[in-house]
């Protein structure tokens, strides 16, 4: 597997507090993703970055923000924790554009 | 944007048989398709991709299939044994783009 970890690997977490996940990775690779996954829905892109402090938005940005000040560090927030945010997360990381993706072990968050 | 359909969403299959999984997408200016595959409770893993230049891929047991003009791909896996049950996801990318859209996934079952 690349070198990437997340953290927190399970949260739990009340409607309305503000969580940040956050995403490692030791390879100096430029691209970093943000995914949900949700049954039927696959992987969706909530945000990227191209470098640091580069960032872009995905198909599914509202409620979320990014944030990347280190070339390894690529931090997930949710301003305001809603259930519909109840899912798991993954980071992944790419050299160039169009390089394969190297996906994280993943983030199960629950909002009640 | 890019739309994505995975079809069927869940396949049971014997062991020894074959296993087929097909996507259409809409845009036709994508032209890499990659299918990942993952086992319950890990990461998404890539396990072939097939660029818009090329028609069919082979890896071992796996291949892929493209026809550009009808705008769908197929992984096709040969042979299938109980490690192949997992749930298969197919993406595709524009060319000069780098966000991935992907299908809705489909859950594999080889019975022994």
């Known amino acids: 597997d690349a070198g990437i970890t997340q953290s927190p690997r399970h949260k739990v977490t009340e409607t309305g507090t503000p969580v940040t996940l956050r995403c490692h990775q030791t390879?100096?690779?430029?691209?970093m993703y943000w995914y949900r996954q949700d049954p039927g829905h696959g992987l969706r892109l909530i945000h990227y970055?191209?470098?640091?402090?580069?960032?872009d938005k995905g198909e599914v940005s509202d409620g979320y923000s990014v944030s990347r000040s280190k070339t390894e560090d690529f931090l997930l927030t949710l301003e305001s924790a809603t259930s519909s945010q109840t899912s798991v997360y993954f980071c992944a990381i790419s050299q160039w554009a169009s390089d394969e993706q190297y996906f994280g072990p993943g983030t199960r968050l629950t909002v009640t | 944007g890019e739309n994505v359909e995975q079809h069927p969403s869940t396949l049971s299959v014997q062991e020894g048989d074959s296993a087929v999984i097909k996507c259409t997408y809409s845009?036709?200016?994508?032209?890499?398709f990659p299918w990942y595959k993952q086992e319950l409770g890990k990461r998404p893993q890539l396990i072939i991709d097939i660029r818009s230049n090329v028609g069919e891929k082979k890896d071992q047991r796996i291949a892929v299939t493209l026809n550009k003009t009808a705008k769908h791909f197929s992984l096709h896996i040969t042979e299938t044994q109980p490690e192949d049950s997992a749930v298969y996801f197919c993406a595709a990318r524009k060319a000069a783009g780098n966000k991935l859209t992907f299908g809705g996934g489909t859950r594999v079952l080889v019975k022994p």
């Open positions: 390879e100096n690779h430029r691209y």
């Open positions: 845009d036709s200016a994508s032209n890499y």
């Open positions: 970055s191209y470098g640091v402090k580069d960032t």
